[in-house]
């Protein structure tokens, strides 16, 4: 089945801090990879993506994240965490059915809380 | 260039009611998604339109979700009669297409459901 796992539910880290939360995603075809951030109280936001080429995508807010084939990961680092980060994020991969659409796979989502 | 819109933001009804959301998709989006979360669990994929069409419906959970998307234009989601597993937020999207390369999905604010 098609799936997107995120492995940290919570992570709690103090300004500064290095930041990698990890993604895998267990599906064929075309490999289509977001982060999402929900700040609380605001919608999802589009950190980053990848669709194809370079596997180190640059987001915003210095975010980054890797695409691995060989290991179906793309996880999200950030190497130096804000207060201003403590969020919700969120990996998802685009897939393309059998009936021509087109829909996002989500993880279960990361909540960060980043300490002052 | 206005975000994607919902209404209303927060619906609290008893079960056995009925509510309906909405959504206003980004001007010149012919794809519109409904997606849900429910408490602790993954977002969830519902249901896709092109334009006024259903073009994958398969994550609808049961015959009391009923979507539609008259015009082409924004989209409506009906639960009829709400039960309390029904309670999540319900996020919608959309993208300007479905193709790969430009498919990234707009999403927003949702609508947060409480089914008493």
């Known amino acids: 089945a098609q799936s997107v796992s995120q492995h940290n539910h919570h992570v709690i880290l103090s300004e500064a801090a290095s930041l990698e939360l990890g993604c895998n995603y267990s599906?064929?075809?075309?490999?289509?990879l977001f982060w999402y951030v929900q700040y609380p109280g605001q919608h999802l936001q589009l950190l980053l993506k990848?669709?194809?080429?370079?596997?180190l995508v640059k987001g915003i807010k210095g975010f980054e994240a890797e695409f691995i084939k060989s290991k179906f990961s793309f996880n999200l680092r950030k190497p130096s965490v804000q207060w201003s980060d403590t969020a919700e994020y969120f990996c998802?991969?685009?897939?393309?059915?059998?009936?021509?659409?087109?829909?996002?796979?989500f993880g279960t989502g990361t909540r960060l809380k980043v300490l002052a | 260039e206005a975000g994607v819109t919902q209404f209303p933001s927060h619906s609290v009804i008893e079960k056995g009611q009925t509510v309906t959301l909405r959504c206003d998709p980004i001007?010149?989006?012919?794809?519109l998604y409904w997606y849900r979360r429910v408490m602790g669990k993954e977002i969830k994929f519902l249901l896709h339109?092109?334009?006024?069409?259903?073009?994958?419906e398969s994550g609808m959970p049961n015959n009391r979700f009923l979507a539609e998307r008259t015009g082409g234009t924004y989209s409506t989601l009906k639960v009829q009669p709400a039960e309390l597993e029904d309670s999540g937020v319900y996020f919608c999207?959309?993208?300007?297409?479905?193709?790969?390369?430009?498919?990234?999905?707009?999403f927003g604010p949702g609508t947060r459901l409480t089914v008493l």
């Open positions: 999207a959309s993208s300007q297409s479905a193709l790969a390369g430009n498919n990234e999905q707009f």
């Open positions: 599906y064929g075809g075309t490999v289509n």
């Open positions: 990848y669709f194809s080429g370079d596997p």
């Open positions: 998802a991969g685009g897939v393309y059915t059998t009936s021509g659409t087109y829909k996002y796979i």
């Open positions: 001007s010149g989006h012919d794809n």
């Open positions: 339109f092109v334009k006024e069409s259903k073009q994958d």
